[in-house]
């Protein structure tokens, strides 16, 4: 899955269709991320030590990885991600639309 945690993205369609956030979590095994303030359900709790008041708590519930796209740093558009070797020996993501660096995933041993 190339979608990580605190990476930016664009939700493509659903009712939240058009909406940014950041991943919160990623669920490898079911392929699903949990992005800020998309897929808002309420959950209501009863009354504990935790949490006195009881009530409804607003919770954002995973979506499918294949329902958003990352956002290019340099357009701010959404794009496919890649990986490629540097001359040093170590790997990055980019985005494929403008090439734009999304940051190192492996680093080489000096």
């Known amino acids: 899955m190339k979608i990580k945690k605190n990476d930016t993205v664009q939700v493509l369609n ?11 979590s990623v669920d490898h095994a079911k392929h699903q991320v949990t992005v800020e303030g998309v897929n808002v359900v309420f959950r209501h709790v009863k009354p504990s ?3 006195p008041q009881g009530g409804r708590l607003e919770v954002s519930m995973p979506v499918p990885v294949s329902k958003v796209a990352a956002l290019c740093p340099k357009t701010n558009k959404p794009t496919r991600v890649g990986y490629r070797t540097l001359d ?4 990055e993501r ?17």
Not at 14 to 24: A, E, L, P, Q, R
Not at 88 to 91: I, P, T
Not at 98 to 106: F, I, K, L, P, Q
């Open 94 to 110: 980019f985005a494929k639309k403008s090439g734009a660096s999304m940051g190192v995933v492996w680093a080489a041993r000096s």
């Open 14 to 24: 659903g009712k939240d269709k058009g909406v940014t956030g950041k991943v919160i």
């Open 88 to 91: 040093d020996g170590s790997k």
């Open 49 to 51: 030590q935790k949490n």
